[in-house]
């Protein structure tokens, strides 16, 4: 039973425009979650954050909103860069673990 | 540099044999984990660290083994008890196991059988 789920596998979007990608979850108990970008052949690496406590957090071109209530997360990019193509994974912390979406692979077309 | 190394890049597993694939760290973080993804799917937990000397059990351990007799390495054992060895394996490290738990991921190893 996944815990964490990305439900759509790819999205893309035209250079410039807002990349929206979405993360749902059933664990009510989970308080911190972390979005992931993940090249071909490579390590994902830490992107940004958010803790339930929130419901927004902004990094440059990166934010995260947080709805409790739903039990969903999404992670904004604006503007969207052919360099953002990659695989997204939202995780979810429980205790001294990470428990992972399965990924959406987003595409940036120049 | 710190960072998080992992050896070899690619590495090829004849049936019935063990294999193992090394992670080694320099980031001084107390916590290592070790990850499985398949092609479509997520990051599956298979063991994790949060102390030298001390490990736990993730989602998918069975017919892999771990160690963890320094702190900067922690390396995977895939057995011959693993029937479907084919993925691509990732490493992370993270300071300590709170909620942030920001982990740092190494570069992966791809496995193969032969």
């Known amino acids: 039973d996944q815990q964490v789920k990305q439900n759509s596998p790819s999205l893309s979007v035209q250079e410039g425009r807002i990349s929206i990608l979405n993360c749902d979850y059933t664990?009510?108990?989970?308080?911190?979650f972390l979005w992931y970008k993940k090249y071909p052949a490579e390590g994902p690496t830490f992107l940004i954050s958010?803790?339930?406590?929130?419901d927004k957090n902004e990094d440059g071109r990166f934010t995260v909103f947080l709805n409790k209530s739903a039990k969903h997360l999404s992670l904004h990019i604006v503007p969207s860069q052919p360099g953002d193509s990659a695989v997204y994974f939202c995780?979810?912390?429980?205790?001294?673990?990470?428990?992972f979406g399965q990924g959406t692979e987003l595409s940036v077309k120049p | 540099d710190g960072g998080i190394t992992q050896s070899p890049k690619y590495l090829f597993r004849k049936e019935g044999q063990n294999v193992t694939l090394s992670c080694e760290q320099n980031?001084?973080?107390?916590?290592m984990y070790w990850y499985r993804q398949d092609p479509g799917q997520g990051l599956r937990l298979i063991y994790y660290?949060?102390?030298?000397?001390?490990?736990q059990k993730g989602d998918i351990a069975e017919g892999y083994s771990v160690s963890r007799e320094k702190k900067e390495s922690f390396p995977l054992t895939v057995t011959s008890a693993q029937k479907n060895p084919t993925a691509f394996y990732l490493c992370?490290?993270?300071?300590?196991?709170?909620?942030?738990?920001?982990?740092?991921f190494g570069a992966g190893t791809r496995l193969s059988v032969l």
């Open positions: 992370a490290s993270s300071i300590m196991t709170t909620a942030k738990n920001i982990q740092y």
């Open positions: 664990n009510s108990m989970f308080d911190y």
């Open positions: 958010i803790s339930s406590i929130k």
């Open positions: 995780a979810a912390a429980e205790g001294g673990k990470l428990i």
């Open positions: 980031l001084n973080h107390d916590a």
């Open positions: 660290s949060q102390i030298v000397n001390d490990f």
